[in-house]
């Protein structure tokens, strides 16, 4: 249902492009320019309604690219056990788009010194996405709305540590 409600607004939108820059074009005079600038005008128009998230995922990509990593927090981790020792989230904004940062830290069991940590970035769609409510968690249309480092599942490893729940 959603994705023909979207659909049923882009094609509202084609419609309106179409008319804005066929009504701009009427005041030249017939012919090739006029046909450039409507044609020109209409291609200009077409994505203004996502600029923000165009503009807004370029800058999430290059922000993620940068935060995307993971930080050793200590020199010796061989032998250790860790767990889940908390995260602290700020919120920023990134142009248009909402961004919640996320620095996730993990803690040596018995000295909940710590060991390591990384950030996990949630970005939140433009104003389209906004204001129709279409979707859940007003996640982006046109990028994944969050990032994090790829090699979570093999860090423990690689840094000689034991992972174990956090008791309750």
């Known amino acids: 249902m959603t994705g023909l409600f979207l659909i049923f607004v882009l094609v509202i939108w084609i419609f309106v492009a179409n008319w804005m820059a066929k009504f701009i074009s009427l005041k030249m005079p017939e012919g090739r320019r006029a046909l450039l600038v409507r044609v020109t005008l209409f291609i200009t128009l077409l994505p203004l309604p996502l600029a923000d998230e165009i503009v807004g995922g370029i800058k999430f990509a290059q922000l993620c690219n940068e935060k995307a990593v993971i930080t050793i927090d200590t020199v010796n981790t061989q032998g250790k056990s860790v767990w889940f020792g908390g995260s602290q989230r700020t919120q920023m904004k990134l142009g ?38 279409i979707s859940e968690g007003n996640s982006p249309l046109l990028f ?25």
């Open 96 to 133: 248009m788009l909402d961004v919640t940062q996320s620095k996730r830290n993990f803690v040596d069991v018995k000295t909940q010194e710590p060991i390591y940590h990384y950030y996990r970035l949630e970005a939140t769609g433009g104003w389209l996405i906004r204001t129709l409510r």
């Open 144 to 168: 994944n709305n969050y990032c994090q480092p790829q090699n979570l599942g093999t860090i423990n490893e690689k840094l000689g540590l034991t992972y174990v729940n956090r008791p309750n």
